[in-house]
C-alpha cells in the first residue's frame, strides 16, 4: 500500500469529507439483502466514488482544481512549465481545463488543455485525439478524476506521445483509488485505497448479495436509497 507523504493525509483529510458531503462516495451498508458493486476492472466492491456527482457541482470542482493545481506545483515544480493538461474523456475533460486555467493563474502565462476518447478496435482499447490535437513537442501533465490501477491515465500517456508530446511522469486526480505504486508518482485530493475482490471471492457474492454497474443513473440512485 502506498504511504501518505504528511500533505497528502492534510489533502485527504480536507477533501474526503466534502467528497463525501457530497454524496459522491457509496459505501456498502453492511446488509447482504442490498446490492453491491461492479469496478471498472470487474473486480467487485463494497464502495465507489463517483467522480459525476462530484463534478456536477461546478463551484466545488473549480475550488478541487485550483486545490489541485496547487498541491501538483508543491509536490513537482516542473509543473509550472508545461504546455498542456490532457485529461481522458468524458469524467477528467472539466479537471483538465479546471487544473489548466488555476495552473494559467499561478504562472501567470496560459497553459492549454484538452482531452482523448476511447477507440475499441478488435477488443483492444486505446484513446485517441478524435476532435483536436496538440502541437509537436508540448509538455503534458494527465489528469483524471479518479485513478484505480491506472489504465486510463496509462492509455492517455501513450496517445500524448503517439501525438508527439513529452508526458511528465506525474498523474493529478481528485480521488486515487490505486492500492499500489504503479510505478509513477500520483498526486491526488483524497487517497482512499479500493477494497475490491475476485468475482468467484467476493464476499457479498457469498451472501447473495446482487452485483450492479454503479455508473448508470439509475443504479446510483438505487445505490443512495438505501
Ligand atoms: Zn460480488
Known amino acids: ?16 469529507p466534502r467528497i463525501k458531503e457530497v454524496g459522491a462516495f457509496w459505501t456498502h451498508s453492511g446488509i447482504a439483502s442490498h446490492p453491491h458493486i461492479w469496478t471498472t476492472l470487474k473486480n467487485h466492491s463494497n464502495e465507489y ?3 459525476y456527482v462530484f463534478g ?7 475550488e478541487a482544481c485550483k486545490s489541485l493545481a ?3 506545483v508543491l509536490r513537482f515544480p516542473e509543473i509550472l512549465d508545461v504546455d498542456r493538461i490532457i485529461g ?40 485517441v485525439f478524435k476532435r483536436m490535437n496538440i502541437y509537436h513537442g508540448e509538455t503534458v501533465l494527465i489528469v483524471d478524476n479518479t485513478i484505480n490501477m491506472g489504465s486510463s491515465v496509462h492509455l492517455t500517456a501513450e496517445a500524448v506521445k503517439e501525438a508527439g508530446g513529452r508526458v511528465l511522469p506525474v498523474f ?28 468467484n471471492k467476493c464476499p457479498l457474492c457469498a451472501k447473495n448479495s446482487e452485483v450492479i454497474e454503479p455508473q448508470l443513473p439509475r443504479n446510483w440512485k438505487r445505490l443512495q436509497g438505501l
Not at 4 to 13: Q, V
Not at 56 to 62: A, H, I, T, V, W
Not at 100 to 117: M, T
Open 49 to 51: 466514488f463517483n467522480g
Open 172 to 199: 493529478g486526480a481528485i480521488m486515487n483509488r490505486s492500492a499500489v505504486s504503479i510505478k509513477t508518482r500520483i498526486v491526488s485530493l483524497a487517497h482512499i485505497p479500493a477494497t475490491q475482490w475476485k468475482p
Open 70 to 72: 496547487s498541491f501538483l
Open 88 to 127: 481522458p474523456a468524458m469524467g477528467a475533460i472539466c479537471i483538465a481545463d479546471g487544473v489548466a486555467r488555476h495552473l494559467s493563474n499561478i504562472r501567470q502565462k496560459p497553459c492549454l488543455s484538452g482531452f482523448v476518447e476511447k477507440e475499441e478496435n478488435n477488443g483492444k482499447r486505446r484513446m
Open 56 to 62: 456536477q457541482n461546478s463551484p466545488l470542482l473549480d
Open 1 to 16: 500500500m502506498e504511504r501518505h507523504s504528511g500533505l497528502e493525509d492534510h489533502m485527504n483529510n480536507i477533501w474526503f
